[in-house]
Nanobody, 117 residues
Framework: QVQLVESGGGLVQPGGSLRLSCAAS????????MGWYRQAPGKQRELVAS???????DYADAVKGRFTISRDNAKMTVYLQMNSLKPEDTAVYYC???????????WGQGTQVTVSA
């Protein structure tokens, strides 16, 4: 059974930092590309960052230079370090495991990040 469990969200002031974690189980993690997406109220879900099995990373323009995605294959966990947070970063953040060999993508349940004074 595939499970992706996010944690680390919360309320933070503008300019602050948060670190999100996504613990995976039921997948061959070391071969799986992982991603972080976010969805703000009234908006479509969008890619924030992704990291391949060989740790090649990709970022949305809006977060480049502020967010860092990383992975720990031994812990089967992917992280999103978010610095210099802005109110427009407020959203539910979702972890995604890209499907291998034609299998379906998998999503976590999401974690709320609110950036507000």
């Amino acid at each position: 059974q595939v499970q992706l469990v996010e944690s680390g969200g919360g309320l933070v002031q503008p300019g602050g930092s948060l670190r999100l974690s996504c613990a995976a189980s039921g997948i061959i993690f070391k071969f799986t590309t992982m991603g972080w997406y976010r969805q703000a109220p009234g908006k479509q879900r969008e890619l924030v960052a992704s990291i391949s099995s060989i740790s090649t990373t990709d970022y949305a323009d809006a977060v480049k230079g502020r967010f860092t995605i990383s992975r720990d294959n031994a812990k089967m966990t992917v992280y999103l370090q978010m610095n210099s947070l802005k109110p427009e970063d407020t959203a539910v953040y979702y972890c995604k495991a890209y499907g291998l060999g034609g299998s379906s993508d998998r999503w976590g349940q999401g974690t709320q990040v609110t950036v507000s004074a």
